[in-house]
């Protein structure tokens, strides 16, 4: 962490920097230890804290994956098919699902087994999590080269809203995965934001949480 920042709280004037109370006249030019601290803190985490640009831009897809549903056939009975802006809720219960099921299961199963602690670090955690937003993304490009392929041999090449013989439900792998990466990567974050940021940034903290995974920092 750069040593610079430590000149901005030292005193080099008392009488002209410091009131008789010991409070700095002008706060622009002399701070606290604390605020010092607070801005390495802050700091100290961009790098890991970029990472989840990375997140942000396989998550943020929201527009393409209605798409390819509408395209599709979403029929469960002949009478009754799931509305394409619908699928984006696939991604939700995976996320909530996969929570339970770390937290319930993986982690005490791994903790019988091994006798020790069962949860992943932070960093394997975050790291997980961007190789399945990796490996959704990629099950994305494989369905729509098919879907692609299927559309153009079926003559819907120049007609957008066609529907082709093809179930849509097979975009499930993609939501899945792409729930999976973001329980990993949000709980990871949001850990290592707890770890890092002292308590006096107990908002800044709650700011961080509530900004993933749209943003993920």
């Not at 006249?25 to 990375?54: A, F, H, R, Y």
């Not at 390819?68 to 219960?93: C, E, K, L, W």
């Not at 120049?158 to 993609?174: E, Q, R």
């Not at 908002?203 to 961080?208: E, F, I, L, Q, T």
Request: with cysteine; aromatic share 10%.
């Amino acid at each position: 962490m750069p040593r610079f920042l430590n000149k901005a709280c030292i005193v080099g004037n008392v009488e002209e920097e410091l009131t008789p109370d010991g409070v700095a006249l002008d706060p622009w030019n002399l701070c606290t230890v604390n605020q010092v601290e607070e801005l390495k803190s802050l700091i100290k985490v961009i790098p890991i804290w970029s990472t989840g640009i990375m997140m942000s831009v396989t998550t943020s897809q929201l527009t393409f994956p209605v798409l390819q549903a509408g395209s599709m056939d979403r029929h469960i009975t002949s009478n009754f098919q799931v509305p394409a802006g619908s699928f984006g809720t696939f991604t939700v219960i995976s996320i909530m699902l996969w929570i339970v099921i770390y937290d319930r299961i993986v982690i005490p199963l791994n903790t019988r087994i091994t006798g020790k602690p069962g949860q992943l670090s932070v960093r394997k955690q975050k790291g997980v999590g961007l190789i399945l937003s990796f490996m959704s993304m990629v099950v994305c490009a494989i369905i729509e080269g098919v879907r692609r392929e299927r559309a153009i041999k079926e003559g819907f090449s120049d007609d957008p809203k066609g529907v082709i013989d093809m179930s849509a439900y097979g975009l499930l792998f993609h939501h899945w995965i792409s729930g999976m990466a973001e329980a990993f990567f949000i709980v990871g974050q949001n850990e290592f934001f707890y770890s890092e940021f002292p308590k006096s940034l107990q908002g800044v903290r709650k700011k961080a949480r509530n900004s993933l995974p749209s943003e993920s920092n």
